[in-house]
């Protein structure tokens, strides 16, 4: 059975054999049959928050997971400085086996959270020491490995850097170092110093970081490097990228082994940015083994004489005037006129967290010689609206912040001001409002049932809006007529939310009226997933007022309904809606779902298909039996029209959308916006198979989204479980701006025995809201009972390559139900290079042949197994995994003479090794010598033995539930 809340997969899988690590600086060293000399070199050892085999300066943190550069290997650690320096240390006693010449090479991955200082965050420190602790590193080799001036950054993503060392005469001990820079904030994993048997080609080029140059057009600038060259055949060309206006020092390193300053001058004759696109590399050097060792720089260049501008239009803006509790905002559309601007602008408010908001952060960039975009800087205007609101009465300052590389930033001041509302809020229907005609995304939205007046959108749906002709909506003088004919059941419904609730609400009728037409108010405390009546229906009189009395004190949205069909024709009108918003002052909080749904007077569903179509982009998502929360913060659930990168069209179908961006946080509180799928039936669904996709667009760490199972019992909401959705995800995460789909089997899972009433709940949560998240999730496609769900089959759950096997393997692939094509993911164990490839990216929605090989050039260079799963999706199905395994080894070498289960496959995790395999009824570990270390019993698919990661080589031994029996080696 599967679990909740425990993690039973693993991100990458090592089949049969560990996978050594990637390189991205020098050469990959191949097999190293040599002993590591570093101890605990991937941080397994801790004393609370120090490696204990470590010396540490500063202070320091133990990570774990996500944290880590590599989370299948031991912990990491974060060493954070103030003002003094830090320092990660560990000195290596050598042994007499090693002799004065010998080649070493160093290997760390770091991480750059927080780099105050200009020049970079860290250094390597590293030193040959004689017997008394002296230095006695030659100057050639301490340019590059101890240079107190080559300092370097890596910043967000994990870096990973090779540095060579030779044993100098009388050299005792090595000191493998990294030091800190003052006022930062690095993370450190995964180390290594190994003697090399038969040193390779290898090169190395520090600092490993981006730089951006900024220099006018005529004038020069040299950024310079430091380059360790080893072991090379014939003399290593510094390679420039053609058309870019670069020159060298340097226009190759000499054969042999050399550690140079390498200066790189720029000197731009034109304008702009180099390169265009994201990718930053002008220089680069072959390292002699067939890698390119890329040197990352971004020049950015404008004319004196033509600098970048932009005119602000109106000047000055006008004040933002908001009356207290009104739902909504108030908005200015601000135009900027750009001239001659070379990348894209950042727009920003700051401070942030002072109730102004802006439509967008960023204008990007596009060449004049595309004339079929509609936005060009230096072209055209480009238009930002920015709103404000806030709950607090009184005057607020921010500025409209607009910068761009060598553009003097433009600071425009804003005043927000917040009164206290007293004549409330009135929606008069006075002016009906058009949405601009480019923006598609809004082009159907009457046609949706939606209509823009004074105060924002309404809804009117399931009646007749009419003026005669157009069967659309009458004014009446200043009013929306509106008809309303048999059926109707939506009613009014305002679009908002009161974020502090309402009062009271006044309707007012116009002159005319039905006769006996009769109003119920209803309000919603989760945006329209549910509703409750408000008192007793009230009376329609013509140029009269009603007033219904609320009292909410949580966000509230509202409809007004039709109880009654009034005269022949039905047709009233309505002049005027009066909201008194509740004070802020009053607003309740709340930590539970507990508190805020309760399902007793829903009925459960066996079957729900939701697409979350039709809804207004961007708006609230209101959906009847979703409950649609927010706590703490106001930016619930919203849909959204996605709109394809590749093409710059939408999707035929909408999506459920969260962010907290911008959301207001309330003291320390957390924010989590939960969308809950209305009451669905475990007992009477003809399936237990729920799906959903999941869209990552862009995420923090800070903020987690959670998919939990919850039972309702009574109406309320009983012990949630939680979904392991990271578990069942190919690769153990969701990559971002990839669409996941899951099909899950709910009676596969414990914990459900007992299930008879149930919802769904997607929650989003941050610790902070405004500008300081950015996360992003989509979902779509939410399905419980279907009998009709996607099923992808292969005829085989294992491709095996032995020998350097040239000739491709076939996968046949089936499907039933598939409604759309087959997509394939290949994820590698380790972060090892990929070897393996496929013809085709995709296959039709009725299956095919999926042929994979291998690239026998990689395989050849760096013998070795290699192990990838290959996943293969579709949507509203279940991810189906095919095992590819490469060796150069025979399968004779491979495979034990006894009975083989060629679905067995094994990897380490940490101080684990995880077996997997079809019926398992015992795993045993043994040493080399034939004790036992380990052992786990069946029956089970998946068993783990307790074996130290210091025990390199073991051998397992399987016994499965048939008697059969098998021998690995690891």
């Known amino acids: 059975m599967k679990r909740f809340h425990t993690y039973l997969w693993l991100i990458a899988i090592l089949i049969l054999s560990p996978l050594a690590l990637d390189a991205q600086q020098g050469q990959d060293p191949g097999e190293n049959t040599n002993p590591e000399l570093l101890k605990d070199e991937f941080l397994y050892e801790f004393n609370g928050d120090k490696p204990t085999k470590w010396t540490v300066v500063g202070q320091s943190s133990q990570l774990s997971g996500r944290d880590t550069y590599n989370s299948n290997t031991g912990h990491a650690v974060r060493i954070q400085t103030t003002d003094a320096l830090g320092l990660l240390e560990q000195i290596i006693d050598l042994t007499s086996d090693y002799k004065t010449g010998d080649e070493f090479e160093g290997l760390l991955h770091y991480s750059v959270e927080l780099g105050s200082k200009e020049e970079g965050a860290l250094r390597l420190a590293m030193k040959w020491l004689d017997a008394s602790g002296k230095e006695i590193t030659t100057e050639s080799e301490k340019k590059f490995i101890n240079n107190d001036k080559l300092w370097f950054s890596h910043m967000r993503s994990w870096g990973t850097l090779r540095f060579r060392a030779r044993l100098p005469e009388g050299a005792k001990r090595f000191r493998f170092a990294i030091e800190v ?56 060309k510094i390679e420039l990228t053609e058309g870019i206006p670069f020159s060298t020092n340097l226009e190759q390193i000499g054969s042999g082994s050399h550690v140079v300053d390498l200066a790189i001058t720029c000197k731009p004759t034109t304008a702009g940015k180099v390169p265009r696109g994201s990718q930053h590399s002008q220089a680069s050097i072959d390292n002699g083994a067939g890698q390119k060792i890329n040197i990352p720089l971004q020049v950015y260049s404008i004319d004196p004489k033509n600098p970048p501008s932009v005119t602000v239009k109106p000047q000055p803006i006008a004040d933002f005037v908001y009356n207290l509790g009104a739902p909504g905002n108030v908005s200015q559309e601000i135009e900027l006129d750009f001239e001659n601007m070379i ?108 209509y823009w007046f004074d105060k924002g959108i309404w809804t009117m749906r399931n009646n007749s ?120 002052s009053g607003r309740l909080t709340h930590s539970s779902l507990v508190d805020l749904v309760d399902f007793s007077k829903d009925k459960a569903q066996a079957r729900l298909v939701e697409s979350f179509d ?88 800070q903020d987690k989204f959670f998919v939990y199972i919850a039972p309702v019992q009574g109406g309320k909401i009983g012990q949630v479980l939680l979904l392991p959705i990271e578990q069942i995800t190919p690769g153990g995460k969701l990559n971002e701006r990839v669409w996941y789909d899951y099909l899950l089997k709910l009676n596969e899972y414990e914990g459900l ?201 073991i051998v397992l031994r399987l016994t499965y539930t048939d008697g059969s029996k098998q021998t690995i080696k690891l």
């Open 614 to 701: 039709n809804e207004l982009h961007h708006g609230a998502l209101s959906i009847d039996g979703w409950r649609n929360l927010a706590f703490a913060g106001n930016r619930p659930w919203v849909s959204y029209q996605q709109r394809m990168q590749d093409s710059g069209t939408l999707n035929d179908e909408d999506v459920a959308k969260v962010t907290l961006y911008k959301a207001t946080p309330q003291g320390e509180q957390e924010l989590t916006a939960f969308l809950v799928s209305p009451l669905l039936s475990y007992e009477e669904a003809k399936t237990k198979e729920l799906t959903f996709r999941l869209f990552k667009q862009t995420a923090l760490e």
């Open 465 to 584: 809006i009419y003026d005669g002709e157009t069967q659309e909506i009458f004014f009446y003088g200043d009013a929306a007529e509106l008809r309303y004919e048999g059926g109707f059941s939506d009613g009014l419904i305002y679009s908002e939310d009161f974020p502090n609730g309402i009062a009271s609400i006044k309707v007012k009728a116009g002159a005319y009226a039905a006769d006996n037409a009769m109003l119920a108010l209803e309000v919603s405390y989760d945006h329209g997933g549910s509703w409750q009546r408000v008192g007793e229906p009230k009376a329609v009189k013509a140029d009269k007022e009603q007033t219904y009395t609320v009292n909410s004190h949580q966000p509230t949205t509202f409809r007004l309904v039709r109880t009654n069909s009034g005269s022949a024709e039905g047709v009233f009108s309505i002049t005027e809606v009066g909201i008194e918003p509740s004070p802020a």
């Open 753 to 953: 025995d007992n299930l008879k009433e149930f919802v769904v709940i997607f929650a989003l949560q941050s610790p902070l809201g405004a500008n300081e998240t950015s996360t992003v999730y989509l979902l779509d496609d939410f399905s419980w009972g279907r009998e009709d769900n996607a099923v992808i089959s292969v005829d085989k759950k294992l491709l095996a390559f032995f020998e350097l096997q040239s000739s491709p393997l076939d996968l046949e692939v089936t499907t039933k139900n598939a409604r759309e094509s087959v997509r394939t993911m290949m994820i590698s164990a380790n972060n090892s290079p990929q070897v393996f490839k496929l013809d085709k990216p995709t296959l039709p929605a009725t299956g095919g042949t999926l042929s994979v090989s291998i690239d026998r050039q990689k395989l050849a260079s760096k013998p070795r197994d290699y192990g990838t799963r290959l996943f293969l999706s579709t949507r509203g199905g279940q991810n189906l995994e095919v095992r590819l395994f490469a060796t150069p080894k025979t399968e004779q070498q491979i495979l034990p003479t006894e009975e083989v289960k060629p679905n067995a496959y094994t990897y380490r995790r940490g101080n684990e090794v995880v077996v997997s395999a079809p019926s398992l009824l015992l795993a045993e570990a043994y040493s080399l010598s034939g004790q036992l270390i380990s052992a786990a019993h069946g029956p089970a698919d998946e068993l783990v033995l307790n074996v130290s990661a210091q025990t390199q080589r």
């Open 181 to 236: 820079n003052k006022q930062s904030n690095i993370r450190l994993d995964d180390f290594s110093f190994r003697k090399q048997d038969n040193p390779t080609p290898f090169v190395s080029v520090l600092p490993q970081v981006t730089r951006f140059i900024e220099v006018e057009v005529g004038k020069s600038l040299t950024q310079n490097y430091v380059v360790q060259s080893y072991n090379q055949q014939t003399a290593r």
């Open 343 to 450: 990348d894209e602008v950042k727009i920003a408010i700051e401070p942030s967290g002072q109730g102004f908001t802006i439509n967008r952060t960023n204008v990007p960039y596009f060449e004049k010689e595309f004339p079929n975009l509609n936005l060009h800087i230096g072209v055209n205007d480009t238009k930002v609206n920015i709103g404000f609101r806030s709950s607090k009465v009184g005057t607020t300052e921010a500025h409209l912040v607009i910068s761009s590389p060598m553009f003097q930033t433009k600071r425009i001041p804003l005043k927000g001001i917040v009164k206290q509302g007293e004549a409330g809020w009135r929606e008069k229907f006075s002016k009906r409002k058009f949405p601009n005609a480019s923006n598609t995304r809004y082009s159907d939205m009457e046609a949706l049932g939606y």
